[in-house]
C-alpha cells in the first residue's frame, strides 16, 4: 500500500519561511517524479512544484519561482518543499503526489498523471 505523510504545516507571518516534508512508503520512490500541489477551499487543486525521478528536472509555477525550492533525497524516500518569502495568498492546504508512471523525463504539473497523494498538510499565512 502506497502512503505519502506531509508535515511541516503551520501558522506564519508573511514573509516567514516553512519547510514541508513529505515521506513516502510503499513504492519505489526513486523511480517516480513527485509534486506539490496546493488547495483552498472551492477551489482546484494547483500545481506548485515537481520534480522527476532522478532529481534532475525541476518545474515550478509562476506564483512559487524563485520562493520556493523543492528537493528530494531518494535514500530516504522524502521530498521536500522549502518555502520562503511567504505570502498571504499562499495559503491552503499542501498535498504531496507521486506520478503515475515511471522514470518521466520531465515532472508533471498535471494533477490526473499523479496516481497517490497525502492527506495534506495546512499553511496559513498572516498578513
Known amino acids: 500500500q502506497v502512503q505519502l505523510v506531509e508535515s511541516g504545516g503551520g501558522s506564519v507571518q508573511a514573509g516567514d519561511s516553512l519547510r514541508l516534508s513529505c515521506a513516502v512508503s510503499?513504492?519505489?520512490?526513486?523511480?517516480?517524479?513527485m509534486g506539490w500541489f496546493r488547495q483552498i477551499p472551492g477551489k482546484e487543486r494547483e500545481f506548485v512544484a515537481a520534480?522527476?525521478?532522478?532529481?534532475?528536472?525541476?518545474a515550478y509555477a509562476d506564483s512559487v519561482k524563485g520562493r520556493f525550492t523543492i528537493s528530494r533525497d531518494n535514500a530516504k524516500n522524502t521530498v521536500d518543499l522549502q518555502m520562503k518569502t511567504l505570502k498571504p495568498e499562499d495559503t491552503a492546504v499542501y498535498y504531496c503526489?507521486?506520478?503515475?508512471?515511471?522514470?518521466?523525463?520531465?515532472?508533471?504539473?498535471?494533477?490526473?498523471?499523479?496516481?497517490?497523494w497525502g492527506q495534506g498538510t495546512q499553511v496559513i499565512v498572516s498578513s
Open positions: 510503499g513504492r519505489t520512490f526513486s523511480m517516480y517524479g
Open positions: 503526489a507521486t506520478e503515475r508512471v515511471a522514470r518521466s523525463w520531465y515532472p508533471s504539473s498535471i494533477a490526473t498523471e499523479y496516481a497517490f
Open positions: 520534480i522527476n525521478w532522478s532529481g534532475g528536472k525541476i
